[in-house]
C-alpha cells in the first residue's frame, strides 16, 4: 500500500482563485474542486430539496360546522303595497333579497324594550297585528300584478294576509324588518 507524504511545507494551487496556498489548509469542495478553507463555499440547500410529503387532508379535533342563525332583512319606509281593495294579496318590497317561494317568513316592527318586537303600522285595512302574525306567512317571489306572479321582478315577494285589504296602496311605516319566525342567539 502507497504511503503520502503529509505535504507540511508543500504547497497546492486553488481551483477558485489561482494562488498558492498550503498544502493542510486545503479542502474539497462538493463540485469536486479543491480550495483554500478561507473560500470554501457549502452546497446551496436548494440542490438538495427534502422530500415534499402529501398535505394532510383530515384535522384531528375537527368541529362541524357553524349553522348560521336567520337574520333580520331591514325593510324600506312604507314596503307594503296591497294588490287591490278585497283581495289580501299584499306585495313587499326588499331589493337583493335571497329569498325562495315557499319560504316562511315573519314581519316585525320597530324593536321594542327587552327584545319584543312592535307592531308595524296598518296597510290599507290590513292591521298591523295580521301582518306581524306570529305564525309568518309562505311568500312567493316575484310581484303580483294583474292576477299573476311576475317572477322577473326579483326585488318583491308577495304573501296572502289574513284579511283582505280595504283599497289598493303602500303602507306599513318604518322601520319594519322581515325575517325568520324564531330568531335564535
Do not use: C
Not at 474539497?28 to 470554501?40: L, R
Amino acid at each position: 500500500m502507497a504511503v503520502y507524504s503529509k505535504g507540511s511545507r508543500a504547497l497546492m494551487i486553488s481551483m477558485r482563485s489561482g494562488a498558492a496556498f498550503p498544502y493542510s489548509e486545503m479542502v474539497q469542495e462538493w463540485t469536486g474542486a479543491w480550495v483554500h478553507n478561507s473560500e470554501f463555499e457549502a452546497k446551496q440547500p436548494q440542490l438538495t430539496p427534502r422530500p415534499v410529503t402529501a398535505d394532510a387532508q383530515a384535522l384531528q379535533h375537527a368541529f362541524p360546522p357553524r349553522i348560521e342563525p336567520g337574520v333580520l332583512d331591514l325593510l324600506r319606509a312604507d314596503p307594503f303595497e296591497t294588490y287591490q281593495a278585497g283581495s289580501p294579496i299584499v306585495n313587499v318590497n326588499l331589493p337583493g333579497n335571497k329569498y325562495a317561494t315557499g319560504d316562511i317568513k315573519r314581519f316585525r316592527g320597530a324593536p321594542g324594550i327587552a327584545g319584543v318586537f312592535n307592531i308595524p303600522d296598518n296597510v290599507n285595512g290590513i292591521t298591523g297585528a295580521v301582518i306581524a302574525r306570529a305564525a309568518g306567512y309562505a311568500i312567493n317571489v316575484g310581484k303580483y300584478v294583474d292576477g299573476a306572479t311576475d317572477a322577473t321582478q326579483t326585488n318583491w315577494f308577495w304573501f296572502s294576509a289574513a284579511t283582505n285589504a280595504t283599497s289598493a296602496g303602500i303602507g306599513g311605516g318604518f322601520p319594519v324588518s322581515v325575517g325568520p319566525v324564531i330568531l335564535e342567539a
